[in-house]
């Protein structure tokens, strides 16, 4: 709508919480990269990165599509772990659920791979670890998930911004503009995405104050996840 020239492709995941007016949480330093969206690496790229150098290690990519999809896939565990009142890392720890929310991970990734896109990881969540699933290695996926279980421990965020959502400013969520068209061209592909689906449904569910946060939502989508063909792989 504003075009191209005026568009600057821009990855953070630095994590922030509004607390009040005048008032805002800063979880701490994390991974800010920028690029255009045909991968050029631009004057206007390296001018705007160097400006960033005040606010902390800000970098250029080449593939900034792959950054906002590795992203996308991170989301899905996000939103994942909104859907009970506990931390990020209390749900990521929890071993029964993990081959769940990876399989829920790989759906996205799964899109992404069809829009041949290459996602790439950041601050210790490493896409190629969940994807292609012929290839996951369960013990190093499972090694690093502690990590980021400890990453997200030592955050001051300790809940995500769709947790917030939810449970302190009772609004909807940003569920239509990311994981909803993620579901569409998913399903324009010809993927099966019932994980995602499932968590959409749910996400909305609680929106809507129909369905309450718990861990039952999660042991819901576990129980679609044992009901899905074998997979390789599977955690």
């Avoid at 994942?80 to 506990?86: I, K, N, P, W, Y």
């Avoid at 965020?157 to 068209?181: F, M, N, Y």
């Avoid at 749910?202 to 044992?226: H, T």
């Amino acid at each position: 709508m504003i075009g191209a020239e005026r568009t600057i492709g821009c990855f953070v995941n630095f994590s922030a919480d509004y607390i009040e007016p005048g008032k805002i949480l800063y979880g701490g330093v994390a991974s800010l990269y920028l690029g255009e969206l045909d991968g050029r690496i631009s004057p206007r790229i390296l001018a705007l990165k160097d400006k960033l150098q005040v606010w902390g290690p800000a970098e250029v990519t080449d593939n900034i599509w792959g950054f906002l999809w590795g992203k996308m896939s991170y989301a899905g565990l996000l939103y994942a772990t909104a859907l009970v009142d506990e931390t990020m890392a209390t749900v990521v720890r929890r071993r029964d659920l993990r081959g769940m929310l990876m399989e829920l991970c790989a759906e996205i990734l799964e899109t992404a791979d069809r829009e041949g896109v290459q996602p790439l990881g950041f601050d210790d969540w490493e896409p190629s670890l969940v994807y292609p699933r012929e290839t996951r290695d369960p013990e190093k996926l499972d090694a690093q998930l502690e990590k980021l279980a400890g990453r997200m421990d030592a955050n001051k965020k300790q809940k995500s911004g769709i947790w917030r959502d939810l449970a302190v400013r009772k609004r909807k969520t940003e569920v239509d503009a990311q994981l909803v068209p993620i579901l569409e061209i998913g399903q324009n592909h010809g993927i099966e995405m019932p994980l995602l689906a499932a968590l959409i449904e749910a996400i909305k569910e609680i929106e809507f104050g129909v369905r309450p946060m718990g861990w039952e939502n999660l042991y819901e989508m576990q129980e679609i996840y044992e009901t899905l063909p074998a997979r390789a792989s599977r955690l």
